[in-house]
């Protein structure tokens, strides 16, 4: 098993936002850093290699909840352009 520290000043900014209920809930499996980083897993996806698990849980929230056409507004603020950043910071293999 591969654990990966992955950092996301999208989804920080998101997660302080009181109207972002499901996505909280679609992240809270994941556990959080004292830095605020996001520890998941490596998983094989057959289009890109390798990925953090917690890729698949935004997929999975951007395409299936309403709400999450704020998170682009988010994104448009936090980084100029309306992406979701995520940065592996470091790779832990068990």
């Not at 591969?2 to 900014?13: G, R, T």
């Not at 698990?53 to 704020?70: A, Q």
């Not at 682009?72 to 352009?81: D, R, S």
Request: hydrophobic share 40%; charged share 35%; proline share 2%.
């Amino acid at each position: 098993m591969v654990l990966l520290k992955v950092q996301s000043k999208v989804l920080s900014a998101a997660l302080q936002d009181k109207e972002m209920h499901m996505l909280r809930i679609y992240l809270d499996s994941f556990q959080r850093t004292e830095d605020g980083c996001f520890v998941c897993r490596e998983v094989k996806d057959p289009d890109d290699g390798v990925i953090p698990d917690i890729r698949l849980s935004i997929f999975d929230y951007t395409f299936n909840e309403s709400e999450s056409k704020k998170i682009w507004e988010i994104a448009k603020e936090v980084l100029g352009k309306e992406t979701i950043d995520l940065k592996t910071i470091s790779r832990v293999v068990l």
